[in-house]
């Protein structure tokens, strides 16, 4: 059982709202992960990190940021939420050997 | 540049075999995956294969990889309706990235 944590799993914002995804793992990774799923299935990497203090930007431009000011924690925060941010957002972290890439459940988010 | 194709849907009766295939384009991928995804859920890694590898069997699970053609599969047999899911093939690009397919939605009628 992986040991990564996405809150809220759900959420409903208004446009124009600040929002905070967050992202939790317990197992020591170095590298973390945040992609975007549309409602078609295919997943896109957003943003990835390689360590403390490391943040990249992945193959689909996104209009969010993420921060890894610690290793457990790679939050992405949407300055001004909008209606084209609407999809879910899945977190990953990836350990030493290359069998190790865990997801996290997910946050689905709608924004109004 | 790097992509990974899978066909969008299958559909098998119980107790049938699954077959769902991917094609990858990037030939100096070491590892090779097989997720699962199931609704409102994240991704659980089924299984995974080593690039020198031909074959790789996980109880139900059998995953065959044709590196000259760039060919993965998953079979699962005795399929389930418990089974039912997306299922994604995903290459390791060596640059500590995974590049995933779009998804293989399998149905599985009673």
């Known amino acids: 059982e992986a040991d990564i944590y996405q809150t809220p799993r759900y959420l409903v914002i208004g446009t124009g709202k600040k929002i905070t995804l967050e992202c939790s793992q317990t197992m020591g990774h170095d590298k973390m992960y945040w992609y975007q799923q549309d409602p078609g299935m295919e997943l896109h990497l957003i943003h990835y990190s390689y360590g403390v203090n490391s943040t990249e930007k992945g193959d689909l431009s996104s209009e969010s940021t993420v921060s890894r000011i610690r290793t457990e924690h790679f939050p992405l925060t949407l300055e001004s939420a909008r209606p084209s941010h609407t999809s879910q957002y899945l977190c990953a972290s990836r350990g030493q050997t290359y069998n190790e890439q865990f997801f996290g459940p997910g946050t689905r988010l709608t924004v109004l | 540049g790097e992509d990974v194709e899978q066909s969008l849907f299958l559909s098998v009766r119980e107790g049938d075999s699954s077959v769902i295939n991917c094609t990858y384009t990037d030939s100096s991928s070491t590892y090779l995956y097989w997720y699962k995804q199931e609704p409102g859920a994240g991704l659980q890694l089924l299984t995974y294969i080593f690039s020198n590898m031909d074959m790789k069997q996980d109880q139900r699970l059998t995953v065959l990889l044709n590196k000259k053609d760039k060919h993965l599969s998953l079979r699962i047999a005795d399929t389930q309706t418990g089974d039912s899911a997306i299922y994604f093939c995903?290459?390791?690009?060596?640059?500590?990235?995974?590049?995933f397919g779009q998804g293989t939605e399998l149905s599985v009628k009673p």
């Open positions: 995903a290459e390791d690009n060596q640059g500590g990235k995974l590049i």
